[in-house]
């Protein structure tokens, strides 16, 4: 069904697609190459939500020879109407002869319409070509609009003997200053950074993007079941929400005084529904969840089985067992009850390790 033709220029669609890695959330990274006669003579990528799509920047590129043409896309052309019209429809007025894709879109709202539409009106469509390079790089997207809630990647730093602070809390700086930078290239394609309220008292941190380009900034989003968050936090601001157990009105009225949003998912014994949580920032448009707390929460969200990926960088150094470890769990009875991993990436960064490792 596909040529070396059809790779190579798929390659550059998704190459495109990429280019809206930190920027189109909550939509989908998406990239559109048109061919005609052997010749490229369209390319477009969504760069943001409101703005025009992939298709419809790579037919205006192309004109009038978009007519009869090959498209190829990453996704699946949407079938709905949003912020902006189906993509469908400026295929349909455009008329290539055959539309490649990579993927079919998991939103229930367009699922297989936009290649039943294209079909229909006698266009060929192809699907299927690099499917696993456009989910990869959607992972976020598909999660949402399959599970219901966002791909989590949980970020820790670590010591080579596993430990991610000194006894007393304190964690900075573990790693060093290129695995720092590297970690704020992952917030920065995030949706939202979660944390916990153990790590706001320990290191004040502010959680957004700094030291790497980004035209937005992440949702930051705490965990904190008895709203402990001091009022000087440098967090606290417009852009952030609190996730609490429990309805503490005048610590509530304070707290939204300092422009935080606070949003009550009682759990048992008064902690946070961690998945509720999840279900919430999935209704809020978030696809990627990143994560940087303690062995506390981190602990709860594997325990909970939230975690879907892990990002751990290793300092070539050892703390001793008296440092906190990476995760807060029961003991285990046997070692069948062991959590298991895919590594998927180990990459030197600077003088530390970055480990990618998925859950099964």
């Not at 917030?187 to 916990?196: F, K, M, S, W």
């Not at 902690?271 to 919430?280: G, I, P, S």
């Not at 506390?296 to 990926?309: K, P, Q, S, W, Y």
């Not at 807060?328 to 600077?350: A, C, N, W, Y």
Request: proline share 6%; hydrophobic share 45%.
């Amino acid at each position: 069904m596909f040529n070396d033709h059809d790779r190579h220029h798929m390659t550059r669609a998704l190459q495109l697609a990429a280019q809206g890695l930190n920027t189109t959330t909550p939509n989908p990274r998406v990239g559109c190459v048109i061919v005609r006669d052997g010749r490229v003579v369209g390319e477009g990528w969504h760069a943001r939500a409101g703005e025009p799509h992939a298709e419809p920047l790579a037919l205006a590129a192309a004109g009038e020879q978009a007519a009869g043409a090959t498209v190829y896309v990453t996704l699946e052309p949407c079938a709905h109407h949003g912020r902006t019209p189906p993509c469908v429809e400026a295929l349909l007025a455009a008329k290539p002869a055959r539309v490649v894709a990579a993927m079919q879109d998991p939103n229930p709202l367009t699922a297989g319409q936009g290649f039943e539409r294209l079909r229909a009106a006698g266009i060929q469509v192809d699907a299927g070509l690099m499917e696993a390079e456009a989910s990869e790089l959607n992972l976020g997207f598909v999660s949402r609009m399959t599970r219901e809630r966002p791909w989590v990647r949980l970020k820790v730093a670590a010591s080579l003997d596993g430990r991610t602070a000194l006894a007393d809390g304190r964690s900075q700086w573990i790693t060093g200053a290129g695995a720092r930078l590297d970690g704020q290239a992952w917030r920065a394609r995030a949706c939202a950074v979660l944390t916990g309220i153990g790590t706001v008292k320990a290191d004040d941190p502010r959680l957004n993007v700094r030291e790497v380009e980004t035209t937005r900034q992440p949702l930051r989003v705490v965990v904190d079941s008895r709203l402990q968050t001091p009022l000087a936090a440098r967090i606290l601001g417009t852009g952030m929400v609190i996730a609490a157990g429990g309805a503490d009105v005048p610590r509530m009225v304070a707290l939204r005084a300092k422009g935080a949003e606070v949003v009550v998912l009682p759990g048992r014994e008064g902690q946070v529904d961690l998945a509720a949580l999840m279900q919430e920032l999935a209704r809020r448009g978030c696809n990627e969840v990143h994560v940087e707390a303690g062995y506390r929460l981190n602990g709860a969200l594997l325990g909970a089985g939230l975690v879907d990926e892990l990002l751990v960088y290793l300092s070539p150094s050892i703390l001793g067992d008296t440092a906190r470890g990476m995760f807060h769990l029961p003991p285990l009875q046997d070692l069948s009850q062991r959590r298991s991993l895919k590594i998927t990436e180990i990459t030197p960064v600077g003088d530390d390790l970055r480990i990618l490792g998925r859950l099964h």
